[in-house]
């Protein structure tokens, strides 16, 4: 599934881009001189990509998203992102807790204490 964006992280765009609660991914990045996206974060929101997005304004200029249907599948697109993207500096996505998923590229099953919603 493609990303949509680059689009500016601020309030109001996340507002208007999201208007319902929704799981999903995002990357976070910043612009080039040749308005490139430079790749800075890879994350996903198992609930409310809208709300995760939010938290993250000042964390970097631009972000690009896409809306999953339910928690797993933001799960497997954030794996398939960072196997897709290799990206230095970034770990490698975790399940939430209490969820059995595994990463459906290489099957890493390490856990992490996220909040679920």
Known sequence: MALLGPVRLGYDEIETLLPRVSPGVFVLGNLDFQNRFSLNTIGRDDVDLKAGLRSMIGSAGYFMYSVQPTGKAAFDEECRLFHELRPNRISHPVR?????WTCPHCRVTRDVARIDR
Request: without cysteine.
């Open 96 to 100: 939430s807790e209490n969820k059995d």
